[in-house]
């Protein structure tokens, strides 16, 4: 009895971070440029009842197969999928989305690199270009005063307008792109770091190659799929409740076994 206990507790503990991680994906439907995450399991270890080649009782043939009892299960990982959003169009000059594969490259003010998807950039007061936290977007710009007008290609050139119709090439937008995107480390706030599992970035110019092109005046949506979400809450809680029944099952057993013994 205490093995289909101690069973269906992991299958409990296990359905509750299923259904945390899926309230997450569904809080965050409507953050821009969130990426879903998917919750990997993987079943715990085996008791053997009864190995291969076992001669059965009474002298009988050997047996050609195990018996094997399961532990339970458990979480053992979460992946983060980076299938691109919908572009929505915004109006605002300074709104980038990234159309295929790639990350904006900010650096914190200590010098360290993160990477995200998110393209709601502003001018701070030095007229640098920032992520709405203050992180300057990398390699830095600078906007003068004077621009009119801001224009962004497709393939990352920044150029301003002036009031008298002149225009000066500001700079180079770089993307990065890493072997295992799923690898890198979420820090919440839209920003991705590095690890040992995502590779080292790959600078590349927007358009070249595999990496994907900015569009200026838009803004990359959620890619969480509701329809999906609610059938996996829908799995989730009937999973728990038949786990909630197990335990219930175990203990009217263990009751029943009580009350021979009376």
Request: glycine share 8%; aromatic share 6%.
């Amino acid at each position: 009895m205490e093995k289909i206990l101690r069973t269906a507790a992991t299958g409990l503990a296990a359905q509750q971070r299923f259904v945390e991680l899926i309230a997450h994906n569904l809080a965050n439907v409507n953050t821009t440029a969130f990426k879903r995450v998917r919750a990997e399991f993987q079943d715990l270890l085996y008791e053997r009842l009864r190995t291969l080649g076992s001669t059965a009782p009474q002298g009988a043939m050997e047996s050609l197969h195990e018996v094997q009892i399961g532990s339970g299960t458990e979480l053992v990982a979460t992946t983060r999928s980076f299938a691109q959003g919908d572009l929505q169009p915004t109006n605002n000059p300074l709104d980038l989305a990234i159309n295929g594969e790639g990350f904006f490259v900010l650096r914190r003010p200590d010098g360290t690199l993160l990477y995200t998807r998110d393209g709601a950039f502003r001018l701070d007061r030095t007229g640098r270009i920032v992520s709405i936290h203050g992180y300057a977007l990398e390699p830095e710009l600078l906007v003068p005063e004077s621009a009119q007008q801001l224009r962004i290609s497709r393939d990352g050139v920044v150029t301003a307008q002036f009031a008298d119709g002149s225009e000066q090439v500001l700079g180079q937008i770089q993307l990065a792109r890493f072997l295992n995107p799923a690898g890198l480390r979420a820090l919440g706030e839209n920003l991705y770091a590095e690890t040992i599992a995502s590779g080292p970035p790959m600078l590349e110019t927007p358009g070249t190659g595999s990496m994907g092109e900015v569009l200026q005046a838009h803004l990359e949506s959620s890619n969480v799929e509701l329809v999906e979400e609610m059938v996996n809450l829908i799995m989730a809680q009937r999973a728990y409740e038949l786990n909630a029944k197990a335990i219930r099952t175990a203990d009217e057993l263990l009751q029943t076994a009580v009350n021979l013994k009376s």
